[in-house]
């Protein structure tokens, strides 16, 4: 049983930096890509970041390219966002989700992931 756990969130005012932690867990699983994905009360899922654990250079979502950085251990179990400048519409439920590639298609819907987090709340305060 593969698990995916995210730790980090939290309530802050706008300008305010947060950093989530996105652990995987269980039998021998190399979780490959890891991302996080968020979703707001009312609106559609939407890519935050992704990053392969074998070394490529990490996407991110245009509204948050420049703010936020992805990273990960160096087993390669645990993936880390960075959360810079946050501003209210950041406030969301952030979850992480594996699987074995990272593609330019990481954040198209329809994309699917093997595993997914149980999410961790951001809340940003104007």
């Known amino acids: 049983q593969v698990r995916l756990a995210e730790s980090g969130g939290g309530s802050v005012h706008a300008g305010g930096s947060l950093r989530l932690a996105c652990t995987a867990s269980?039998?021998?699983?190399?979780?490959?890509?890891m991302a996080w994905f968020r979703q707001a009360p009312g609106k559609e899922r939407e890519g935050v970041a992704a990053?392969?654990?074998?070394?490529?250079?990490?996407y991110y979502g245009d509204s948050v390219k420049g703010r936020f950085t992805i990273s990960h251990d160096n087993a390669g179990n645990t993936a880390y966002l960075q959360m810079d400048s946050l501003k209210p519409e950041d406030t969301a439920m952030y979850y992480c989700?594996?699987?074995?590639?990272?593609?330019?298609?990481?954040?198209?819907?329809?994309?699917?992931?093997?595993?997914w987090g149980q999410g961790t709340q951001v809340t940003v305060s104007s």
């Open positions: 269980g039998r021998t699983y190399n979780p490959g890509c």
């Open positions: 990053i392969y654990t074998g070394g490529v250079s990490p």
């Open positions: 989700a594996s699987r074995p590639y990272c593609t330019m298609a990481w954040a198209k819907p329809g994309e699917e992931y093997n595993y």
